[in-house]
């Protein structure tokens, strides 16, 4: 079984880092756009000095790696670099792919589409595109800079540069291409049909509960709580389930308690208990 997990995961690797290749050569550099991270490093020594993505971002991802390897699990350390490699060798063999689109309204829509649903193939098997996420790692291990405002940083830096050498016009596509990198990249790590996480407050939460696991299939926890005001202890109920049922479990909150509180939380990921995703 763990085999099994672990080739579907190198799969998706490979073939997120091929959706990320043509994304690259068929879009961004059609239009001369920049990128964050190792990918933004290399298009801007392709744009200054005439030198292969492939290559560039192959030796910078290699040489991070090496000094970040302990920053990173066993696990995702060995995917990020089937991921890296891969990501290289497809940037060279599809570098010749040039769709002769003109338009940079289209190229940004397309590319960012591209590497968005690529990196989230990568991400979703716990890979990471390596470069700025293990300098992320690295500078949240001697900080307290969290990783994701460090990795922001760093790629925001990245594609700034790009100002040195493409007009500022280049630049604001770039910024827009990666906003939509980041949606079709939240799209594919989230499914298409994302989880919500619900916090019910009511005298009835032990029927609620054994309701909702009676006709969902899902279960739930019951929480001791104070409330702050009257400082009454009560039951709150916490409960995750997918957005086509979250309806449903509306309608059954509402048939034992009318006067329930209930607040609704978007969910980024779930793991086991009847949840499925690529891990």
């Not at 309204?105 to 293990?134: K, Y």
């Not at 086509?244 to 479990?249: E, G, P, R, V, W």
């Not at 309608?251 to 969910?267: P, R, T």
Request: with cysteine.
């Amino acid at each position: 079984m763990l085999y099994r997990i672990h080739f579907k995961n190198i799969c998706y690797c490979i073939l997120g880092t091929f959706i990320i290749a043509i994304g690259i050569n068929a879009f961004i550099i059609a239009s001369n756009l920049g990128e964050g991270g190792t990918v933004g490093v290399s298009l801007n020594l392709k744009y200054t000095l005439g030198l292969s993505p492939a290559l560039t971002s192959l030796i910078i991802n290699l040489i991070l790696i090496v000094v970040g390897w302990k920053y990173l699990s066993k696990t995702t350390a060995i995917y990020t670099l089937i991921t890296v490699i891969s990501s290289s060798f497809f940037i060279g063999i599809t570098e010749p792919l040039n769709l002769h689109i003109e338009s940079d309204f289209i190229n940004t829509v397309f590319s960012g589409v591209l590497i968005g649903i690529g990196s989230g193939l990568v991400i979703a098997a716990r890979s990471t595109l390596g470069g700025t996420s293990v300098i992320a790692k690295i500078i949240n291990k001697y900080t307290e800079i969290k990783t994701s405002q460090a990795l922001f940083v760093l790629d925001s830096l990245i594609v700034l540069s790009f100002l040195i050498v493409l007009p500022i016009e280049k630049v604001l596509y770039t910024i827009v291409m990666l906003f939509i990198v980041e949606k079709s990249m939240s799209f594919v790590i989230e499914g298409f049909n994302p989880k919500k996480a619900i916090t019910i407050i009511s005298e009835a939460n032990t029927k609620i509960s054994n309701q909702i696991n009676r006709e969902t299939g899902r279960g739930s926890t019951l929480l001791n709580g104070v409330g702050g005001f009257g400082q009454k202890e009560r039951q709150v109920l916490y409960v995750v389930v997918p957005q086509n049922q979250l309806s449903h479990i509306k309608k059954i909150v509402n048939s034992h308690d009318e006067h329930a509180f209930l607040v609704i939380h978007d969910v980024r990921d779930v793991l086991g208990n009847g949840f499925m995703n690529l891990q």
